[in-house]
């Protein structure tokens, strides 16, 4: 391969690679921007249509790493971006990767509050890497619903 090949094949490799690397994350105010949507759809469709929605990847309530979730108070899943097959469990015992029981620690975060934020270490699946996470969240009826962002 001559050198002019050479010079012309590299930058073409390299942006090939740049895809590879894991997209940024999306910020705290993009989440809260996510979350005041979302709570806004809750409160003027009400619970059914929002739902769906929020469980419809399609729906514009899913944004880069961002995804609308919904728990009742008891931590059933009511409605998540990231899992619909997930709708109607419980997730009341879920754990993060350093045995934090998630789904409880948000469920507290709103008890006396409209709203919350809890912090915890998550699986990022899109690079499999174990990363620090908030979830914002906030309490609407019987409905406590949240967006996480991973910090960093």
Do not use: C
Request: aromatic letters at 8%; glycine letters at 8%.
């Amino acid at each position: 391969m001559n050198k002019l090949s050479r010079l012309l094949l590299a930058p073409a490799l390299f942006a090939l690679a740049v895809p590879a690397i894991a997209a940024p994350h999306a910020s705290s105010s993009e989440a809260q921007g996510l979350l005041d949507r979302a709570v806004v759809e809750l409160t003027k469709e009400g619970p059914a249509k929002a739902f769906a929605e929020f469980s419809d990847p399609k729906a514009g309530f899913a944004q880069k790493d961002l995804y609308v979730f919904v728990f009742n108070t008891k931590g059933v899943y009511e409605a998540t971006g990231a899992n619909p097959a997930l709708i109607g469990t419980s997730a009341i015992d879920m754990t993060d990767a350093e045995g934090k029981l998630l789904v409880q620690a948000i469920i507290a975060s709103v008890k006396d509050q409209p709203q919350g934020r809890v912090d915890y270490v998550w699986l990022n699946r899109a690079d499999n890497r174990v990363e620090h996470k908030v979830s914002l969240v906030r309490r609407v009826g019987d409905h406590i619903v949240g967006v996480g962002y991973y910090k960093g």
